[in-house]
């Protein structure tokens, strides 16, 4: 079974260097920069398995 059947896939252009706030709210995860920062500030956002705690974490080649 697919675990996102249905889900609709959103494209950004290029998310080098792009805030992980602005990921998440570019990516359709949350509503708004505001759930986004507290979202990571809870601990509730992982990238790669690793946990991002910084609201100013920045997306790099290594995040693709």
């Known amino acids: 079974d697919q675990i996102f059947r249905g889900a609709q896939v959103k494209t950004i252009a290029s998310p080098k260097d792009l805030s992980i706030v602005d990921f998440l709210?570019?990516?359709?995860?949350?509503?708004?920069?505001?759930?986004?920062r507290e979202d990571v500030q809870?601990?509730?956002?992982?990238?790669?398995?690793?946990?991002?705690?910084?609201?100013s974490y920045k997306l790099s080649k290594k995040d693709l």
Do not use: F, L, P, Y
């Open 25 to 36: 709210t570019a990516a359709g995860v949350v509503d708004s920069k505001r759930q986004a």
């Open 42 to 55: 809870n601990n509730a956002i992982e990238q790669n398995g690793e946990k991002v705690t910084d609201i």
